[in-house]
């Protein structure tokens, strides 16, 4: 006789890999595509490329709660830059984060605690424009609360900067990006009203 191991079990399973090994691994059959995708609960993004993927590859994980976005990692040898910034990541996580409807907490930041929270006020470290194309990347999920196709029982951790003088200093207090969606945007810093 055939032993079947529960979709629930293969979930958690899911839970240590990351989201591209999780689609390979789901592609095997149809027990894995439908029955174990709708029982994941934590998806775990190390790459833009992989949150590139059709809505209806996104909608069968339906059931995730948790997401983290890793979208800061050591840069390769030899590179200018200390950090990389996936710049992919920053154009495709808000729109990956938008189809979950059961999203309850995100993380936006990178792996390791050296680089856990971007650094505005190292952005040379992280290439040219990386600043700019951050600030795009808070407008866009600020944007997805507004529109509600983000939920505003969703937290975001990680999303603030550690210093957001840069960004914000060409900008008044009203015309903010994310200050109207602070509440929803965790963080441990003060001083970021806007």
Request: proline share 4%.
């Amino acid at each position: 006789t055939e032993v079947k191991l529960p979709a629930e079990l293969w979930a958690n399973v899911l839970q240590y890999l990351y989201f591209d090994e999780v689609l390979t691994c789901t592609s095997v059959n149809n027990f894995f595509l439908h029955d174990v995708t709708h029982q994941t609960k934590h998806l775990f993004v190390r790459s833009g490329e992989s949150m590139d993927v059709a809505p209806a590859v996104v909608e069968r994980f339906a059931c995730v709660e948790n997401v983290d976005i890793y979208l800061i990692s050591d840069s390769a040898e030899g590179l200018d830059n200390k950090f990389y910034l996936d710049s992919v990541a920053l154009q495709t996580a808000t729109p990956f984060i938008s189809r979950l409807p059961k999203l309850q907490w995100c993380f936006i930041g990178g792996v390791h605690m050296e680089y856990d929270l971007y650094d505005a006020d190292r952005e040379l470290e992280y290439g040219l424009r990386s600043n700019e194309k951050y600030a795009g990347l808070i407008q866009a999920v600020c944007g997805a609360y507004r529109r509600g196709t983000l939920s505003d029982h969703v937290i975001v951790e990680g999303l603030l900067p550690e210093t957001s003088n840069h960004l914000r200093s060409s900008r008044s207090e009203e015309d903010c990006a994310w200050k109207e969606c602070l509440p929803q945007i965790s963080c441990w810093r003060t001083d970021v009203p806007c």
